[in-house]
Nanobody
Framework: QVQLVESGGGLVQAGGSLRLSCAAS????????IGWFRQAPGKEREFVAA????????YYSDSVKGRFTASRDNAKNTAALQMNSLKPDDAAVYYC????????????????????WGQGTQVTVSS
C-alpha cells in the first residue's frame, strides 16, 4: 500500500521558481509511472507532467513544456517537479499520483488512469 504526500508549494512572483516534492510511504513505487496534475478553482483537474517508472521517459503539457521538469529517485521513494518561469496561469493546487492503468506510454495524460492521489499543495503566482 502506497500513500503519497505533496509539498513545496507557496507564493511566488511571476518569473520565479518552485520545486514540488512527492514523497511515498509504504511499498516502493518503482514499478509505476508518476503523474502531476493541477486544479484551479472552477476548472477540471488537468495534466501537467508524467514520468515513467524508471525515469526514462517524461511528458509535459504544452502549457508547461520548457519550463517544468519532472524527476524521480526510486531509491528514496520520491519524485519532484521543478517549476521555473512561473506565470499567474500556473496558480492551482498540484497533485501527484501513481499510474495504475495498463498503457502508460499512451495514456499518461488521462487522469482516470491514476490512483493513490496525494492531498495536493497550493501554488500561488502573483504578478
Amino acid at each position: 500500500q502506497v500513500q503519497l504526500v505533496e509539498s513545496g508549494g507557496g507564493l511566488v512572483q511571476a518569473g520565479g521558481s518552485l520545486r514540488l516534492s512527492c514523497a511515498a510511504s509504504g511499498r516502493t513505487f518503482s514499478t509505476f509511472g508518476i503523474g502531476w496534475f493541477r486544479q484551479a478553482p472552477g476548472k477540471e483537474r488537468e495534466f501537467v507532467a508524467a514520468i515513467s517508472w524508471n525515469g526514462g521517459s517524461t511528458y509535459y503539457s504544452d502549457s508547461v513544456k520548457g519550463r517544468f521538469t519532472a524527476s524521480r529517485d526510486n531509491a528514496k521513494n520520491t519524485a519532484a517537479l521543478q517549476m521555473n518561469s512561473l506565470k499567474p496561469d500556473d496558480a492551482a493546487v498540484y497533485y501527484c499520483a501513481l499510474h495504475t492503468g495498463s498503457s502508460f506510454y499512451i495514456k499518461y495524460g488521462d487522469r482516470y488512469e491514476y490512483e493513490r492521489w496525494g492531498q495536493g499543495t497550493q501554488v500561488t503566482v502573483s504578478s
